[in-house]
């Protein structure tokens, strides 16, 4: 009988290698199609909603107005995203918290100010100049911070306080004139309106999300398999590799066939994958996650959850200001109306459009990136059909109702699922 145990322990094993196998083959575009459909039917829809939205909204606009995806106009349309999609990216940061900050807008005027002023009336270096203007957006954030940790204010009252003083100050420190007009030969305003990358290093930055996905994709799954966890299979992780390089290296061949990649907007993808990597691989990323989904919990976990709201109150207003200081470089000028009219409602817009949740614990900093093309594409089309900037408005106001919407339907299927 021992030896009969002993014969059939080995077809056991080989067994289920064969079966294990079997599952790592199915794993690959099939099991990577069955995990999204999966993930999507469970309410995680990702950034799914926003890129259906840019690609309807790009197809509409040219099939309207062919010149829409002229590769001249994308750059354009990309020197536009810049200045509001990284002040967008501090919007991010307190909306994981189920936070708001009302006064970003009224910061990048005022940044924008501080510039013109330090820097054309006064005559300091322009380094030192944006140093002070972001210097002033963190102490800002500082200062929510302390009235929304220590004196219990809540922070839509702190921030709309905020914005009425900073708005008042921005006009203040403009005088009478109320304009300043920068050097346009300035390396600082060529940055804003024509600086664009070489061909070769456009494509090589191109390149190098799918070669780091590979990387660290590899290593996790030997990290795993080390342990005899399940790892993701080679197959989906190179397919998901040569999709994603083919992609942003036609982008890039398209813009090249214009002027190019703006380096402005290079900053701002940036400063997007900066913030990406410290919120999902960081200690205070992590953090940010868990007091957004639940303060009490996170609070009795060890996490001090007043130092997490005063870091994301400063990079949002410090975000700000440097978004004040691009848009002053864009508009070649510091004037009264820098930072007014749309920008704060577009900044908070293009977050929540581009997925991340109004309830907190819920986001990317990608979204920004994505949520600031979508309202862009939408203003650059309308300007090209000569239509009126009300349905501008109104276009914009309806893709955020629906983007609401969606987030709030997600959020109720993933509540259900779990209870499921």
Not at 14 to 26: G, M, P, T, W
Not at 188 to 207: C, E, H, K, N, T
Not at 228 to 255: D, G, M
Not at 410 to 415: F, I, K, P, W, Y
Request: hydrophobic fraction near 50%; proline fraction near 3%.
């Amino acid at each position: 009988m021992s030896q009969n145990i002993s014969n059939d322990k080995p077809n056991e094993v080989s067994a289920l290698d064969r079966s294990d196998s079997r599952v790592q083959h199915d794993d690959g575009i099939a099991g990577m199609v069955r995990g999204f459909f999966s993930r999507v039917r469970s309410g995680d829809l990702g950034m799914l909603p926003v890129a259906i939205g840019l690609i309807v909204i790009s197809t509409v606009f040219s099939i309207l107005n062919p010149v829409f995806l002229a590769p001249n106009n994308l750059v354009n349309l990309l020197f536009d995203c810049a200045t509001v999609g990284i002040i967008s990216l501090g919007i991010v940061c307190v909306l994981l918290l189920g936070e708001i900050d009302l006064s970003v807008g009224s910061m990048s005027g005022l940044s924008s100010a501080i510039i013109g002023v330090l820097w054309v009336n006064t005559g300091l270096p322009v380094p030192v100049a944006i140093f002070a203007a972001l210097v002033f957006g963190a102490l800002v954030g500082a200062l929510y911070s302390v009235m929304y940790n220590r004196l219990g204010m809540p922070s839509f009252v702190a921030t709309l306080a905020g914005l009425l003083a900073l708005l008042g100050l921005q006009l203040y420190i403009l005088g009478p004139t109320g304009s300043i007009n920068l050097p346009y030969a300035s390396p600082l305003v060529r940055f804003g309106q024509i600086l664009v990358m070489p061909d070769w290093l456009s494509y090589a930055l191109a390149f190098m999300p799918g070669l780091v996905l590979v990387v660290t994709g590899y290593l996790v799954r030997q990290r795993r398999l080390s342990v005899n966890l399940s790892a993701q299979p080679l197959s989906s992780l190179v397919i998901k590799a040569v999709v994603l390089t083919v992609i942003f290296e036609f982008a890039v061949y398209y813009l090249n066939l214009g002027r190019g990649v703006p380096y402005m907007f290079g900053l701002f993808v940036a400063l997007a994958v900066i913030l990406n990597y410290a919120l999902t691989k960081t200690q205070w990323g992590r953090s940010m996650f868990a007091v957004g989904g639940n303060r009490e919990a996170a609070r009795r976990s060890g996490i001090n959850v007043r130092r997490i709201y005063m870091s994301a109150f400063m990079l949002c207003s410090t975000l700000g200001a440097l978004g004040g200081v691009l848009s002053a470089s864009r508009l070649a000028s510091s004037s009264q109306q820098a930072g007014t009219g749309d920008v704060n409602l577009n900044a908070i817009a293009a977050a929540v459009i581009g997925g991340t949740s109004l309830f907190g614990g819920r986001g990317s900093a990608y979204s920004a990136l994505l949520g600031i093309i979508v309202i862009q594409a939408i203003s650059n089309g309308l300007t090209l059909l000569n239509l009126n900037s009300s349905l501008r408005y109104m276009i914009t106001g309806a893709v955020l109702a629906i983007a609401v919407i969606v987030d709030s339907l997600a959020r109720r299927s993933r509540v259900s699922h779990g209870r499921a």
